[in-house]
């Protein structure tokens, strides 16, 4: 490799190919960077922000979900199974009071709706956190009697899908669909 120089701060520089090649980065100390139990450096990723969507229940509701990987030594945390931890913090800036529910719930739910989690009540400051556990999920704010409601019974005011969600495969897209086979 011509001009080879000593590898990144904490990093171990390999070949690849003739390309070089950072295989860590420990120590790297960025701007979201912070110290470990161990005093190993911890990738802090800035929160990712998803709009809410406003439903023709609550036109004109506005809000937003913050999701950060829950805390982990390497910056992602999973479960057992290899499910990504979401830390999410929902929050609501807007929506017309005109209904006689008193309560505005958080929920995150699997795409097909078969497995949901109540995040809790939307507060005075208008934000709830919880933690999701699914790779893919929707979250969705409703207008409730109580709190403690196990399972959404009130109109759906908002609605946004985690950014995992949005992924598919392209097994069912273009040159996969088999028009006419058959005919």
């Known amino acids: 490799m011509n001009g080879a120089s000593n590898p990144p701060v904490g990093g171990t ?21 912070a110290s470990g139990p161990d005093g190993a450096a911890v990738c802090e990723a800035a929160p990712h922000r998803v ?15 913050d999701l950060r990987f829950g805390n982990a030594p390497h910056g992602v945390a999973v ?22 529910e008193s309560t505005l719930v958080a929920w995150a739910a699997t795409p097909n709706l078969d497995r949901h989690l109540n995040l809790g009540a939307v507060g005075d400051d208008g ?12 979250v969705f704010v409703t207008a ?36 006419g086979i058959g005919c």
């Open 79 to 100: 479960t057992e199974d290899g499910s990504y931890r979401y830390e999410i913090s929902v929050h609501v800036t807007s929506v017309p009071r005109n209904r006689g």
């Open 13 to 33: 520089l390999a070949l690849l190919g003739g390309a070089a090649l950072v295989l860590s980065t420990a120590g790297f100390g960025g701007p979201n960077s």
């Open 51 to 65: 709009d809410l969507e406003s439903t023709g229940n609550a036109p004109g509701a506005s809000g937003w979900m």
């Open 144 to 179: 409730e009697s109580s709190a403690s409601v196990e399972t959404w019974q009130g109109p759906v005011l908002m609605k946004a899908t985690s950014p995992s969600g949005n992924m598919h495969t392209m097994a069912g897209h273009g040159i996969f669909q088999q028009h």
């Open 127 to 138: 934000v709830v956190e919880g933690e999701v556990s699914w790779n893919k999920f929707l």
